[in-house]
């Protein structure tokens, strides 16, 4: 049987798949942990359906297999470690094409309908893409997928951990793939090179710490003690996938979806700040970047001319104070520390 779902999911376009049992293994345990250290932050959607992220059976009382997909959305583009000007912000390599949730459900779903015409009607098939409250790195470590890496990312031996991880929760009962060991040896690349430290610990990352929380999933004013440590970083973080040796070799992506849109990998951030609402609208119309909002990436803009150490922002940065009151809190700050640099550059000439 699991040679046919192989072999459909080849045809509908998926590069990676595993099965595994629709049960709790060895990652569910930590869930409470994590979150009784809060380092979930406002991600509230983490605590909600606790005990089903933990049991995907109280998800689906008939789930019986989580089928895993991955995709590789890495497309030929350069690094964020690699040089580039300073007043260029930085976009997260799975938001350079088009949103992910979009193709890639249509992909799921064509080949959970392929399955359906194979092993009949009343099959069971629930497709998640981001969807529903379960552990998608932790299942796809247990199908084989990838393993869990230090920096917390799935890491497939060829793609790498640029992949996007879909699940099948299925009544069907499929012979579980075997778990791939852990690669990353003796390496911490990832946890040396993190700006925030927000890998507490191999494994273990605080996401209150991490730049692609503070740059997405928060909507408040960004505290300050994170603020210069987040560089140019306008949307998300890649460092410590970049740093990661698995990354160096992994094939690009050729899919068109995924291709960087003009203006997407590191856009000059005078042109963020004088973005209006609906020029942020128009350019990031079914891009991943809209989930950021108009107001939140303007705040994420702001930052970076702060890090920028480019003082001609500033009449940017007084421009864009006007779109909101967090915007104008985070253009205050960034037109301080641009000032400050100009004195300190004034008393070394
Ligand atoms: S995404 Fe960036 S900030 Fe977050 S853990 Fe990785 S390197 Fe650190
Ligand atoms: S950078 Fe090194 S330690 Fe971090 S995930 Fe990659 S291989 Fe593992």
Redesign the pocket.
């Known amino acids: 049987m699991n040679d046919r779902i192989k072999h459909l999911a080849g045809e509908h376009g998926l590069d990676l798949i595993g099965v595994a049992k629709a049960e709790p293994g060895k990652y569910n345990k930590h869930l409470r942990e994590w979150l009784d250290k809060g380092f979930e932050g406002e991600m509230a959607y983490m605590s909600n359906n606790v005990e089903k992220r933990e049991d995907p059976r109280k998800l689906e009382p008939w789930a019986k297999t989580i089928i895993c997909a991955a995709v590789n959305y890495s497309a030929d583009a350069p690094y964020s470690i690699d040089p580039r000007p300073s007043n260029q912000g930085w976009i997260?390599r799975y938001a350079w094409g088009d949103d992910y949730h979009d193709a890639f459900k249509k992909t799921l779903f064509g080949f959970a309908d392929a399955m359906r015409e194979d092993f009949g009607e009343d099959v069971q098939l629930k497709v998640c893409l981001d969807t529903a409250p379960i552990l998608d790195r932790a299942y796809a470590a247990y199908s084989g997928i990838g393993w869990l890496g230090k920096?917390?990312c799935v890491i497939h031996r060829k793609l790498g951990s640029f992949i996007f991880l879909g699940e099948i929760v299925t009544n069907l009962e499929l012979e579980p793939t075997p778990a791939e060991t852990d690669h990353c040896g003796t390496c911490t690349a990832?946890i040396d090179?993190?700006?925030?430290?927000?890998?507490l610990e191999p494994y273990v990352?605080d996401s209150r710490?991490?730049?692609?929380?503070?740059t997405i999933e928060l909507r408040d004013n960004i505290p300050e003690e994170f603020r210069e440590d987040m560089g140019t970083?306008i949307f998300?973080?890649?460092?410590?996938?970049d740093v990661c040796p698995w990354n160096r070799k992994s094939p690009r992506t050729q899919r068109l979806e995924y291709q960087p849109r003009p203006g997407s990998v590191a856009p000059p951030i005078k042109e963020l700040l004088e973005m209006s609402e609906e020029d942020f609208r128009q350019r990031f119309r079914k891009s991943p970047v809209k989930r950021a909002k108009y107001s939140g990436l303007m705040r994420n803009a702001c930052v970076a001319a702060g890090n920028s150490g480019d003082a001609s922002l500033i009449s940017s940065l007084k421009k864009a104070a006007e779109a909101a009151p967090i915007v104008a809190e985070h253009a205050e700050w960034a037109i301080r520390k641009l000032g400050q640099n100009d004195l300190k550059n004034d008393a070394n000439e």
Request: aromatic share 4%.
């Open positions: 997260a920096n917390t990832c090179a993190c700006p925030t430290d927000a890998i990352l710490r991490c730049i692609s929380y503070l970083h998300g973080c890649d460092i410590c996938q």
